[in-house]
């Protein structure tokens, strides 16, 4: 009996490229999956409860803000995140005794946990507390990011909060600019 060597040349080599492309595989999944993530944030505050500091006059404020968030992944979908802002702003509120409160320049830290929704679109959920030089408060916040470009662990993303405070709420958008490593 004659056997052929062609037949077993071509599936030797056909294997030997499957396993070869299955590592590559494994490799580049396991190289991509990077467990930190930190971020800035430059956006907008709105605070609609706010009053003028000199006249105690109602007025919606909007207040430049700027923030950091660090995201530890714990797998695909969760990680522990603490999210923290400083609100440039000068403002008086009511507390829930309907006594007048000045809030200036808010520092905001937060801690909770992120889940990946859906392919570059994650939520937040956290609490932690406001602190200025006059009062330090409880917060709660809610924050939705999106990627809009993702390139070599860089990221620039859309970002929307809701912050319910003691005694007034704040809504925030803006512009993320995070690395993972």
């Known amino acids: 009996m004659k056997l052929s060597i062609k037949p077993l040349i071509v ?51 909007l207040a430049p803000t700027w923030g950091y968030a660090y995201e530890y992944w714990l797998g695909e979908k969760w990680a522990i995140a603490s999210y923290g802002d400083i609100e440039l702003v000068n403002i008086k509120v009511e507390d829930s005794d309907a006594n007048l409160v000045e809030r200036e320049n808010v520092i905001v830290f937060t801690l909770g946990a992120t889940y990946e929704i859906l392919p570059k679109w994650t939520a937040y959920l956290g609490a932690g507390l406001e602190t200025d030089p006059h009062e330090t408060i409880a917060v709660a916040r809610l924050t939705t990011e999106y990627a809009l470009i993702e390139s070599n662990r860089w990221e620039a993303a859309i970002s929307g909060s809701y912050l319910l405070k003691d005694f007034y709420n704040v809504f925030s958008i803006g512009l993320v600019i995070g690395k993972r490593f």
């Open 11 to 61: 599936i030797l080599l056909f294997s030997g490229h499957l396993s070869y492309a299955q590592a590559e595989e494994e490799t580049v999944e396991t190289e991509e999956f990077k467990r930190h993530k930190l971020t800035l944030f430059a956006g907008t505050s709105w605070i609609p409860e706010g009053r003028n500091v000199e006249t105690n006059q109602k007025e919606t404020t």
